[in-house]
């Protein structure tokens, strides 16, 4: 019998290895064929024939004391072949691929080890001085990685071994971010025992806390911000009741599970249950506030964040007793437990959301502040080192780049915003006297100054500027309070038809600004994040838009619009739901039909019932009361409007809102891509 030379080598390989008894079992034979085949492999180079004995060997095998290699028989076609052909192929292929790629990234790697070097050197020299407990130390007080990392740079070794090196500053800044990390850590034997154990009950997990933190601090704090954010970081890390407390603690938890993505990485990550955690954060929270002293600073402002949790929760009847215990408790605190500006941070920022509050359900605030009151009188606001990141979820605070937060300014500008907000209110409730054109155009000028005199670091919201998330909704509460100073009198009898087209452009124009706002937002960062306030103001501004302009644009993109707004916000606060369903109703009443596409976008409709509706909003409807309010109106305010209406007019188009177009964002279907949809501009058309 004739064998190929490739099987010769393959027999002569075979014997090297029966000699040396090296030769294994590789695996039992299926059937007879199987062991003769084997064993011939053995003895084809001297015509014996296998007997097919098994398992032990052949008789062949037995005579000359070596073992048989039993290979399991295997019929190969050609299709077979052919497929493996094509497989190594394509693996050959995507190999080259691979080193093709592998060259390509070779500079990146060096870069990459590079890095590693650098910064591996940064670490080495903190530990060796200590500086690693420092920064933590730091870190605790409050301070920014930018901070702590200028600081470093003055260290002799570090500015000697690094200061020359290029990036230096961003080098050391990633170290700082990554002994943070450590830190935070929850297998760091130095977080096992330094973190903060005695603040809650609800959950131990640091990683929790830490993500529920770097939540509310992302999007809550600047938008209101209730406390000195340093100040009670600093107390909550040396374990201190100055600025820090269970209650808040747990208050503060309990808001930020409305931000968690119930379904998204952070719940999966963390093992956690967004809604189970939250009834806990709230249950712990009450029990404590009532063994609390109520006059303490930091009563009020759990007071204050329990106000937010439950209006997101949709339980706003609730939420305003904790914000009227909040604005009464605060007129008793002794100014002398806590620092004058830490003082000044909670007294505005309670009066502030106390009085958008009342704006938005058109009541008289609690407890308020006298109007002539200085804002931040012992707060520099220009001292404001915080930083803003954009954070979803655990690893972003590493990952995404920070930027100042000009939070502290925001705040600033904000509480002077609602001193002419509550002035507003005042008016229109009549606590001083009838209603004049002069009284109505007074607050209007107001709010144009207060516009033309904010700084230009948070002034420009265009989508080009990037503006911040909290600078954003300080635009759009801006927009909504003018939409909501000039509405009722358009329901006044005896409005001339001049009056009327000046008073109906004037609150399209704010009422559009307000939504392209929104829509910034949305493009920017989701409006997931929209807190409760913002989503009032989203039904106000996109009500006065299809009331007022149905045509241009269409009313149904705007309600389309407001309506996804709202669904988003549903993932987390609850208050949305029975908005939408108002702002349906609102819609179907001026008899503006919403396609089948719309929806089914939005899906199902759920009917609210009227307990669930009253939890939502206080009352049974978002629109201003506009018959009660016309009963305060003097009957000749428009003797004098057209003498008044010119006076804050003058220079409005220096300053005033110009804006050339409002984009819509509609999803197409079947698609998973976004278009964005150009409306003409209401004012030039």
Not at 347 to 363: F, H, P
Not at 413 to 435: E, S
Not at 485 to 502: G, R
């Amino acid at each position: 019998m004739q064998v190929s030379e490739s099987e010769g080598t393959r027999v002569m390989y075979l014997r090297l290895l029966a000699r040396n008894a090296d030769v294994r079992e590789l695996s039992s034979p299926s059937s007879p064929n199987a062991y003769r085949l084997s064993l011939r492999t053995l003895t084809r180079k001297k015509n014996g024939q296998c007997n097919g004995e098994r398992p032990e060997a052949c008789g062949r095998c037995k005579a000359r004391n070596v073992r048989c290699l039993y290979e399991p028989h295997t019929k190969t076609h050609k299709d077979d072949l052919l497929r493996e052909n094509a497989a190594l192929r394509a693996a050959n292929a995507d190999l080259q691929d691979d080193l093709q790629e592998s060259a390509e990234r070779g500079k990146t790697f060096e870069d990459l080890r590079y890095t590693s070097n650098i910064q591996s050197l940064i670490l080495d020299i903190l530990t060796n001085n200590g500086h690693d407990r420092e920064i933590v130390n730091r870190l605790r007080k409050g301070e920014t990685h930018q901070e702590i990392a200028s600081w470093l740079l003055t260290d002799p070794h570090i500015k000697d071994h690094v200061g020359a090196e290029p990036d230096s500053q961003k080098h050391i800044l990633d170290v700082v971010k990554r002994v943070e990390i450590h830190y935070h850590d929850h297998q760091s034997p130095v977080l096992e025992t330094n973190f903060p154990r005695k603040w809650t009950t609800v959950t131990r997990s640091p990683s929790v806390l830490r993500h529920l933190f770097n939540l509310y601090f992302t999007w809550v704090h600047p938008v209101h911000m209730l406390f000195s954010e340093n100040d009670f970081k600093e107390s909550y890390w040396r374990e201190d009741s100055r600025y820090c407390s269970g209650p808040l603690v747990n208050a503060i938890c309990a808001m930020a599970c409305h931000l968690l993505d119930h379904q998204g990485p952070d719940a999966r990550s963390l093992d956690i249950d967004a809604g189970q955690l939250r009834e806990a954060f709230l249950t712990e929270t009450r029990s404590d506030l009532s063994k609390e002293p109520h006059f303490v600073m930091t009563s009020v402002q759990a007071f204050a964040v329990m106000y937010l949790a439950d209006l997101s929760s949709g339980k706003a009847r609730s939420a305003t007793a904790y914000l009227r215990c909040a604005a009464d408790q605060l007129q008793g605190v002794d100014k002398e437990q806590c620092s004058p500006e830490a003082f000044e941070i909670s007294r505005w920022g309670i009066q502030t959301l106390n009085t958008s509050w009342s704006g938005i359900t058109y009541q008289k605030p609690f407890s308020p502040e006298s109007p002539r009151a200085t804002v931040f009188q012992t707060v520099d606001t220009g001292k404001d080192p915080s930083e803003w990141r954009y954070y979803r979820q655990p690893g972003d605070e590493i990952e995404v780049p920070s930027r100042p937060s000009y939070a502290l300014l925001t705040a600033y500008q904000q509480a002077k915003l609602f001193q002419v907000v509550h002035d507003t209110i005042n008016v229109y409730c009549g606590a001083r006297g009838k209603v004049t054109a002069q009284a109505v155009l007074g607050c209007y000028r107001r709010y144009i100054d207060w516009e033309e005199e904010l700084p230009h670091e948070i002034k420009f919201v265009s989508i080009d500027a990037q503006p911040l998330p909290h600078v954003l909704s300080l635009h759009v509460q801006y927009r909504t309070a003018l939409v909501q100073l000039f509405t009722p009198l358009l329901y006044l009898q005896d409005l001339s038809n001049s009056a009327k087209e000046d008073i109906c452009a004037e609150i399209i124009m704010h009422a559009r600004t307000g939504l392209e706002d929104l829509h910034h937002g949305d493009r920017l960062y989701s409006s997931r994040y929209n807190l409760p306030l913002i989503s009032f103001c989203t039904v106000h501004l996109g009500d006065a838009m299809f009331r007022l302009s149905p045509i241009k644009p269409p009313a149904s993109e705007v309600i389309e619009f407001c309506l996804r707004i709202l669904q988003e916000g549903r993932a987390g606060f609850t208050l949305c739901g029975p908005l939408q369903q108002l702002f349906r109703m609102s819609a179907m009443d001026c008899k503006i039909h919403l396609s089948d596409a719309i929806q089914e976008k939005m899906g199902p409709v759920h009917h609210y019932h009227i307990d669930e509706i009253l939890d939502s909003t206080t009352r049974l409807s978002y629109h201003q009361p506009v018959q009660q309010i016309n009963r305060y109106i003097d009957a000749r305010i428009m003797d004098d409007w057209p003498t008044q209406w010119r006076k804050p007019r003058r220079n409005l188009q220096s300053h005033g809102p110009q804006v050339q177009g409002f984009q819509v964002r509609r999803q197409s279907t079947g698609s998973a891509s976004e278009k964005y949809m150009q409306i003409n501009s209401l004012l030039n058309s």
